[in-house]
């Protein structure tokens, strides 16, 4: 598998565990809403999760750097213009003032 499809694999079942663990949230928040050892142990369990996202996509960015900075879920375009460009939050700023 291409490292590219790692990153891809990687994002897709980061934003898959994303829903379970939002849809875990709302049912703990709405089934024991004054119990805070409870949902203390739900965040816990998800920002475990998060840990485990930035863990792979470090691995992954140690044997691929350059997929590493061009998201998976962005076009080519867009990926050429961050790898050549980079990404330059202060035009957008300008550009919103602009408008």
């Not at 079942?13 to 809403?33: K, S, V």
């Not at 375009?77 to 990404?87: A, D, K, R, T, V």
Request: with cysteine.
């Amino acid at each position: 598998m291409a490292n590219h499809q790692q990153f891809q694999s990687c994002y897709q079942n980061w934003m898959a565990q994303q829903r379970l663990d939002l849809n875990e949230l709302l049912q703990a928040l709405t089934n024991f809403p004054t119990d805070p050892d409870y949902l203390q142990l739900i965040v816990k369990k998800h920002i475990n999760h998060y840990e485990y996202y930035l863990t792979a996509r470090a691995q992954l960015a140690k044997r691929d750097g350059p997929s590493f900075l061009a998201p998976t879920w962005g076009t080519t375009f867009e990926n050429s213009s961050l790898w050549i460009g980079g990404c330059r939050p202060s035009l957008i700023i300008r550009l919103v003032y602009v408008l």
